[in-house]
């Protein structure tokens, strides 16, 4: 990582900047260009057991770089997946929603490419088993997804962001 950083930064070094005019802190260009976060926060949901609640994830996405798509075929670019890890029951019940994705053909991979920009939201339907015991699950959801710009794609990365459930009992 400190590899690629050093070979982005080189042309810029390398024309006399001062170094702490490199990259601003807050610069489009990152090695880190999309954030994850879950809507409402990490605070525990309220379930029934035996139910299903919808538990919303929010990508935003540096100006300049997208994400592919949950749907996106193989032979190009890393499609974008989203799992639950941590509580054995806790699972995905049914089809996450996305919003419809960009189409367009890429040059570099050949292919038709379906991709998000700005900040996509992406809803997965989670629920428990109706055995479930009652209390607090908590958990993460895992987004594994591939980064490009118009001409550099990063390595595939995985971000984790924390989630919990409240699970009460059927009345």
């Not at 949901?45 to 193989?74: E, F, M």
């Not at 996450?96 to 050949?110: E, L, M, S, V, Y």
Request: aromatic share 6%; hydrophobic share 40%.
């Amino acid at each position: 990582m400190k590899l690629i950083a050093y070979l982005l930064l080189l042309p810029i070094s390398a024309a006399g900047h001062k170094p702490s005019l490199l990259v601003p802190a807050d610069a489009a260009l990152s090695l880190r260009p999309v954030k994850w976060s879950v809507v409402g926060g990490s605070s525990p949901r309220d379930i029934v057991s035996g139910r299903t609640v919808p538990l919303t994830l929010q990508a935003d996405i540096a100006k300049g770089w997208h994400i592919y798509s949950l749907t996106q075929k193989p032979g190009g670019p890393f499609p974008l997946r989203l799992e639950l890890l941590g509580a054995a029951d806790i699972v995905i019940r049914g089809v996450i929603k996305a919003p419809q994705p960009q189409r367009a053909f890429d040059k570099n991979f050949g292919i038709e490419t379906e991709l998000y920009s700005g900040n996509p939201r992406f809803t997965i339907p989670v629920g428990v088993p109706g055995r479930s015991a009652t209390g607090v699950r908590k958990f993460q959801v895992s987004a594994r997804f591939q980064v490009c710009s118009e001409t550099l794609c990063l390595p595939p990365r995985t971000d984790k962001m924390d989630a919990a459930l409240r699970i009460t009992a059927r009345k």
